[in-house]
């Protein structure tokens, strides 16, 4: 970057450019999909990142010979927004969905030992997909899995237009509707935790009943796991680079902006170290605290609700054996503090032995626990769960910590989390902490990206992409 002014000048490649241009400040799955929108209908587009690479808290780095996501992040195939983001970036085939969905569940609670349990679909009618494995399923008594039929139909009936439905936490309507502790444990935080990054009793029911509705309640194959088959950075660096260049996007990377201002005659100006950018539109699209410090005066009725959205820890352990001692892709696991396991093996590029990657969701009581506490405590849990582990040398354990991974989903955060529009024109708000409907999640991000490009062409009076919103429910 050069030092001055300047207005967006024209790119080379994308489609045919207009006047109009726009600023988008983060390039985090949110930013990169409003970008890639504003683009494909002929907006000239600057994205800004302040990280050396694009991704936000997806992504991967280097460790020796390996490359390693700094956290397991899947996908439902009910995520119509980000299977359209892997389309766009054509990564689709590199982060495929299972053909149906498979759950395999270790406990270890059981007096007899170790028990598998599966959670699996048939290709039956909802919801009859989830029958059978419901009524097999070995870590709930038969009265309890019956209650937890009643319970799905009760919630299958809630209506998610409902504003007092954020007003409520999970926990206590699963209570009042016949579900045991064992019930919440064994199967709806089974299910909650990781997709909401808290335990029922700290949800919103609102949140949770999406989850439940969208992911196990509405199409048989739904909920049906995807997972990217290289690492993250592939997928939302270097491909996402690739589409954003193809696009026609000036994408600048250790670039953090210092300030955001409305000038007199209707424009917008960036300023960033060295430089000052303008254009017709802004979409900050960074995390709600960093928005908070980069909204112009008037921008949100109440700005400080920014900051009374809450934050939730999540912390991977990453376990390097000498041998291999996991036979499936990833299990979960109850009776442990051993949540979920995925093998990253073949994705990290090790060439020998077996990498695990051990997810954490509401980790609050273990994000700042030293290395050592952390390797003493699960180590001897995985060689509990997995009987080759026991015999296994351990390579190398280490953590990856995101203390702010996602905005807590707690009874009441609906009403503070924002739109796309504020009340200045031409700046727009983007990031999976705006109200999408849609808990933390990559799909949220891309969804806001979705309206934050929406909201802008349309103010632009440029006609929106129809491949942008050929999703079901765009938003």
Known sequence: MTDGTRSEGPHAGGPERTGRSAVVVGGGLAGVTAAL??????????????RPRLGGLAFSFRR??????????????????????????????????????????????????RRLGRLRRDPLPV????????????????????????????????????????TQDFGSWLAAHGQSARAVEALWDLVGVATLNAVAGDASLGLAAMVFKTGLLSDPGAADIGWAHVPLGELHDRLARKALDSAGVRTEVRTRVTSVSHNENGS????????????????????????????????????????????????????IYDRKVLGRPFFT?????????FDRTHASGLATGQYLAVSQSTAQDEIDLPVAVLRERYLPELARLLPGAREAEVKDFFVTRERTATF????????????????????????????????ATMESAVRSGVSAADAALGALGRPRPSHLFAFEEAA
């Open 64 to 113: 020796g010979e390996l490359t390693v996501d700094n956290g397991q992040h899947v996908y439902l195939r009910c995520c119509t927004a980000y299977r359209w983001f892997l389309d766009r970036i054509e990564g689709a085939e590199l982060a495929p969905l299972q053909n149906r969905l498979d759950v395999p569940v270790l406990d270890l609670a059981r007096p007899e030992g």
């Open 408 to 439: 807590a989903p707690t009874p009441g955060v609906g009403r503070l989390r924002p739109g796309a529009r504020t009340n200045v024109p031409g700046l727009y708000l983007a990031g999976a902490w705006t109200a999408t409907g849609w808990p």
């Open 37 to 50: 929108a504003l683009a494909d209908a002929g907006v000239r587009v600057t994205l800004l990142e302040g």
């Open 268 to 319: 917008w100006s960036v300023q960033v170290p060295g430089e000052t950018l303008r254009a017709d539109a802004v979409v900050l699209a960074v995390p709600q605290r960093e928005a908070h410090g980069l909204l112009p005066p008037g921008a949100l009725d109440d700005p400080e609700r920014l900051l009374r959205i809450g934050t939730a820890p999540i912390l991977n352990l990453h376990v």
């Open 333 to 341: 696991a109850l009776g442990s503090p051993v949540q979920w396991v």
């Open 127 to 166: 919801p009859l997909h989830l029958g059978r494995s419901l009524a097999a399923y070995p870590h709930l008594s038969l009265a309890e899995r019956a209650r937890v039929g009643r319970a799905a139909l009760a919630l299958k009936g809630l209506d998610l237009a409902d504003p007092t439905l954020d």
